[in-house]
């Protein structure tokens, strides 16, 4: 079998956002299931794939997939956007105060905005860390993982930002930490969100990590 790290095209947007759903609904122990609507994959697959046709065509965005080319699907992909301005209005600007339209029919709104309030409050005491580039996502298909695959998306985007010896930002789950930490990334804040105030049942306290990677030397 072998995989193939190409760029992600515009082309790509349909598929890429059903590998989300994918990603999500296998897992219904993770906050993005409680965020968006899992009972009809249609909603939030047209959601993502409605934004992912805008970032697909930003210069300040790119995208890498990895695909089998055993079957000619997609398999892993990466998003990293890179910063021009001031990070705490350049990225906080698109979800933050967003109106309830913006969000997928279904969705948790209280939880997506207490969420996002708690993330924007943690992103203003590190956004002065000057750093270039964030990791707004990463997911690789639920068969195929433990192969390696995340780890090659992600050094990808890891060669060229250490190419120009930049510093990177991202916010990871419990399940993705030790990925990042193995990459170079270290844990600067963390914050908490208790599931069970938001109706979830079996509710569990999800923590997300805020981390920085510092530019590395020889990649």
């Not at 956007?81 to 029919?105: M, V």
């Not at 992103?123 to 990791?135: M, N, P, R, S, T």
Request: proline fraction near 5%; charge should be neutral.
């Amino acid at each position: 079998m072998v995989f193939i790290v190409a760029p992600a095209t515009p082309e790509d947007a349909h598929e890429l956002a059903a590998l989300w759903q994918t990603v999500w609904a296998s897992d219904g122990q993770n906050l993005a299931c409680q965020m968006y609507p899992m009972n009809d994959p249609s909603v939030t697959v047209f959601w993502r794939e409605t934004r992912l046709n805008k970032s697909l065509r930003d210069p300040n965005h790119w995208q890498t997939k990895v695909v089998d080319s055993s079957t000619n699907t997609i398999v892993a992909y990466s998003v990293w956007q890179l910063l021009q301005s001031n990070p705490k209005t350049s990225w906080l600007a698109e979800q933050k105060d967003a109106p309830d339209s913006y969000w997928p029919k279904g969705a948790n709104l209280r939880l997506i905005k207490d969420f996002y309030g708690k993330r924007d409050a943690v992103f203003e005491k590190v956004a002065d860390q000057e750093f270039g580039f964030i990791l707004r996502g990463l997911c690789t298909h639920p068969d195929y993982q433990r192969r390696g695959l995340a780890s090659m998306v992600l050094r990808d985007g890891l060669d060229k930002i250490d190419a120009v010896k930049g510093r990177s930002y991202l916010e990871a789950t419990a399940a993705g930490r030790g990925l990042y930490l193995k990459h170079g990334w270290r844990t600067v804040e963390q914050f908490d969100i208790d599931l069970k105030d938001y109706g979830v049942e079996n509710g569990w306290v999800e923590t997300t990590a805020c981390m920085i990677r510092d530019p590395k030397s020889g990649g």
